[in-house]
């Protein structure tokens, strides 16, 4: 299944499923910043019974350990909810054979001079993705055993899957990646040079693994809850995290742009791809491809925050009222004297104008590899901008990362009673049409005018 265009989620929806008392599942561990936690937030509002998993722990001799009490305790804090503590670690970047290697001892022995010409073991590599694999759907058939425990008649449930990434943890791998994301110049490295490597071709398998079949796991092994959840009149939905670019204002328009590259683009696809074919099948499975913010994770990806700083255009265009110049407020005292938010703004726009830029706004082609001429313009820009602030530690990205994850838990949490199909894309206009409406101040302030909607405005992908 492949995406001819990005579908996007059209209207703000209310919660007209989930109460008090039922149940939400958190397939993947909460650290810190991320998505997750504006959907948290909506199902605690509603009172919603709260469950989580761990991924686990290694020990010092690499052996996968459920959590600590102190630990356990920490993460139930976290989540304010119970976690079913048997370890839910996805990837096969650590299994392998007793007294073989995994694949991550493989890549350890690989250095910057052999790796592009390094030949991987790949039947090794099968027979560690199978162990990984009954290992993990053998732990996940603990926890549903537990969780099915949890449910009481007459409970809808809500499995709200976050897993993502699978980079293993190899010198050189982050070597490399260091200077595909974050390097200019001569430091600079095709990103389709790695995925041309055998070691490019065990992190996609890895990716895939962690990002998109555990999703599919994860409805498998939870299809007996459904059967039951639903024949006593309940419902059962499940979501995902996707990123497949965004829709963000562009000159005078909305406009699919992407972060370049974006290894785990294909990773996100397979994720559509499962959702899609569960939707086919009759579960009620989303994909919700959110707007770029800053992550743990995402901060790897140097310039990926790029896009999140025209929501401020967003949320003005968007009838925002007084909270709207708010945020722009609350911008500006985060950059240093001499500098504006117009100043930072005029800069992303003359990267977005730039006929550097111009071949990435295909979305028939995502994701595209990076080219010399953008990591040094998206790379460079970013560097800039964080250097236009007071401090490199307070960034207008990451209150504008705030705001977007607020905003998407809404949106995901009320789409959630009724999605319209297995994937959708959140653009800006709507993420300002939702943070406008939460935060009105002025009646009528966040209204949207006669017949425009998320869909008519976003414009046609080049």
Same mark, same amino acid.
């Given at each position: 299944?492949?995406?001819?265009?990005?579908?996007?989620?059209?209207?703000?929806?209310?919660?007209?499923?989930?109460?008090?008392?039922?149940?939400?599942?958190?397939?993947?561990?909460?650290?810190?910043?991320?998505?997750?936690?504006?959907?948290?937030?909506?199902?605690?509002?509603?009172?919603?019974?709260?469950?989580?998993?761990?991924?686990?722990?290694?020990?010092?001799?690499?052996?996968?350990?459920?959590?600590?009490?102190?630990?356990?305790?920490?993460?139930?804090?976290?989540?304010?909810?119970?976690?079913?503590?048997?370890?839910?670690?996805?990837?096969?970047?650590?299994?392998?054979?007793?007294?073989?290697?995994?694949?991550?001892?493989?890549?350890?022995?690989?250095?910057?001079?052999?790796?592009?010409?390094?030949?991987?073991?790949?039947?090794?590599?099968?027979?560690?993705?199978?162990?990984?694999?009954?290992?993990?759907?053998?732990?996940?058939?603990?926890?549903?055993?537990?969780?099915?425990?949890?449910?009481?008649?007459?409970?809808?449930?809500?499995?709200?899957?976050?897993?993502?990434?699978?980079?293993?943890?190899?010198?050189?791998?982050?070597?490399?990646?260091?200077?595909?994301?974050?390097?200019?110049?001569?430091?600079?490295?095709?990103?389709?040079?790695?995925?041309?490597?055998?070691?490019?071709?065990?992190?996609?398998?890895?990716?895939?693994?962690?990002?998109?079949?555990?999703?599919?796991?994860?409805?498998?092994?939870?299809?007996?809850?459904?059967?039951?959840?639903?024949?006593?009149?309940?419902?059962?939905?499940?979501?995902?995290?996707?990123?497949?670019?965004?829709?963000?204002?562009?000159?005078?328009?909305?406009?699919?742009?992407?972060?370049?590259?974006?290894?785990?683009?294909?990773?996100?696809?397979?994720?559509?791809?499962?959702?899609?074919?569960?939707?086919?099948?009759?579960?009620?499975?989303?994909?919700?491809?959110?707007?770029?913010?800053?992550?743990?994770?995402?901060?790897?990806?140097?310039?990926?925050?790029?896009?999140?700083?025209?929501?401020?255009?967003?949320?003005?265009?968007?009838?925002?009222?007084?909270?709207?110049?708010?945020?722009?407020?609350?911008?500006?005292?985060?950059?240093?004297?001499?500098?504006?938010?117009?100043?930072?703004?005029?800069?992303?726009?003359?990267?977005?104008?730039?006929?550097?830029?111009?071949? /990435?706004?295909?979305? *028939? @082609?995502?994701?595209? +590899?990076?080219?010399?001429?953008?990591? &040094? %313009?998206?790379?460079?820009?970013? $560097?800039?901008?964080?250097?236009?602030?007071?401090?490199?530690?307070?960034?207008?990205?990451?209150?504008?990362?705030?705001?977007?994850?607020?905003?998407?838990?809404?949106?995901? /949490?009320?789409?959630? *009673? @009724?999605?319209?199909? +297995?994937?959708?894309?959140?653009?800006? &206009? %709507?993420?300002?049409?939702?943070? $406008?409406?939460?935060?009105?101040?002025?009646?009528?302030?966040?209204?949207?005018?006669?017949?425009?909607?998320?869909?008519?405005?976003?414009?046609?992908?080049?």
């Amino acid at each position: 299944m492949t995406m001819e265009n990005p579908i996007a989620l059209e209207s703000i929806a209310g919660n007209t499923l989930f109460r008090k008392g039922d149940i939400f599942v958190l397939f993947g561990e909460l650290f810190g910043r991320g998505y997750a936690t504006g959907l948290l937030d909506q199902a605690r509002k509603v009172g919603m019974q709260i469950v989580g998993i761990t991924v686990g722990r290694r020990d010092e001799n690499n052996a996968l350990r459920p959590l600590t009490p102190d630990e356990l305790s920490a993460a139930e804090a976290r989540l304010g909810g119970t976690i079913i503590n048997v370890p839910l670690m996805a990837g096969f970047d650590l299994d392998g054979p007793e007294g073989g290697p995994t694949p991550t001892d493989l890549l350890a022995d690989l250095t910057l001079q052999t790796w592009q010409d390094a030949k991987i073991d790949w039947d090794h590599i099968e027979t560690c993705k199978a162990i990984a694999t009954n290992r993990f759907e053998t732990a996940l058939a603990q926890v549903m055993a537990v969780l099915d425990g949890m449910i009481p008649e007459g409970r809808n449930v809500f499995f709200a899957h976050t897993m993502a990434g699978g980079i293993p943890k190899a010198k050189v791998l982050l070597v490399v990646a260091n200077r595909i994301y974050k390097g200019t110049g001569a430091r600079h490295m095709s990103s389709q040079t790695l995925l041309d490597s055998d070691m490019g071709k065990l992190i996609l398998q890895n990716f895939d693994e962690v990002s998109a079949n555990t999703f599919r796991h994860l409805i498998d092994a939870s299809a007996a809850i459904r059967t039951r959840v639903e024949a006593s009149g309940s419902s059962v939905r499940y979501t995902a995290y996707g990123y497949h670019g965004t829709g963000i204002l562009i000159g005078d328009a909305y406009r699919w742009q992407t972060y370049t590259n974006y290894t785990q683009g294909y990773a996100k696809m397979r994720l559509e791809a499962i959702a899609s074919e569960a939707w086919d099948a009759g579960v009620t499975a989303t994909v919700y491809n959110c707007p770029e913010i800053r992550t743990n994770s995402s901060d790897v990806f140097t310039g990926i925050e790029l896009p999140l700083i025209p929501l401020l255009l967003a949320l003005k265009r968007e009838n925002g009222g007084r909270w709207a110049d708010g945020q722009w407020q609350a911008c500006e005292a985060l950059l240093a004297d001499g500098h504006s938010v117009t100043d930072v703004l005029s800069r992303i726009k003359d990267l977005q104008a730039s006929a550097v830029m111009v071949p /990435f706004y295909d979305f *028939s @082609a995502w994701p595209m +590899p990076n080219s010399q001429a953008q990591a &040094d %313009l998206t790379i460079g820009t970013s $560097n800039d901008i964080t250097a236009m602030h007071r401090d490199g530690k307070e960034l207008i990205s990451d209150l504008l990362s705030t705001l977007v994850v607020e905003a998407t838990g809404r949106l995901i /949490f009320g789409a959630t *009673s @009724a999605p319209a199909g +297995p994937v959708r894309w959140i653009h800006h &206009d %709507l993420v300002a049409r939702c943070l $406008n409406a939460a935060h009105r101040d002025d009646a009528g302030a966040a209204q949207t005018a006669p017949g425009q909607t998320q869909a008519s405005r976003l414009s046609a992908v080049a």
